[in-house]
């Protein structure tokens, strides 16, 4: 790299960090290192090894992370950030790792897992986790977890399953405690294909509140043609309320399917909705 393109990157940072709060798009930035948002977006990307849009997620994510811990409230955190909501303050906090192929490889012979299940708002929810992050989290209906240790034990077959209801607890103290000050970094470390994996992560950008069809989702994911396979991966979403697949709903605006029960998404529809208002 030579050294105008480093001075360009560097001016360009300076201008992140200066305007954090205003939430600069790449047009934005490009524009005040004087070249165009594609061939900037190279040199960045070149540079940093990252986009500048997660460069600029990354930075909120550490600011916020300061403000909260110098007891600034949810909502102020958000408003200093230049965030539209809490619910984007959320996003920034939830971060999916898929498996690694050496992970797929060794069959996880090293892995320890704590499975626990927790009583929520919409009903016994199943939370597994490993160091790495929550890999699974589903309703079920009858308290009873045996079938989903097993599905456990067929995903995961080489790992330790132990018993831990506090994973469970604070996961869903987590989601659902909206009184909690300092809310913690989630992690998802989740199985599934690429194409899975970009629409879970696309699914985590539905902000609180809101719903999405089908076919929009598939359009935002470049792919408009594809709203099926994008249903079907909706549907196969290991990770129940942070990874919001109960705001994808068909064009019609009719709920569609929802692979815990339709009563269930309505509800978690609703209750999202006078969350949100209650923000405003």
Known sequence: MSSSDY????SAIAYIQANINAQPDLADIARQVHLSPYHFQRLFTRWAGTTPKRFLQVLTLELGKHLLSQNYSILDTAAHLGLSSPARLHDHFVQIEGITPGEFKAK????????GLADTLFGPLFVAQTPRGICRAVFIEDANPTAEIAN???QWPAAQL??????AKDFAQHIF???????????LHVQGTNFQLAVWRALLRIPLGRAISYGDLAA????????????????ANPIAVIIPCHRVIQQSGALGGYRWGLVRKQAMLTWESLVQDKTL
């Open 162 to 167: 132990i018993n831990s209801a506090a994973v």
């Open 220 to 235: 935002h994911l470049g792919k408009p043609s594809a709203a099926r396979a994008v249903g079907t991966a909706v549907g």
């Open 7 to 10: 001075a360009r990157i560097a």
């Open 152 to 154: 456990l034990r067929q």
């Open 177 to 187: 405690d909206l009184k909690k000050p300092n809310p913690a970094p989630i992690n």
């Open 108 to 115: 996880n012979s090293a892995l320890i897992i704590r499975y």
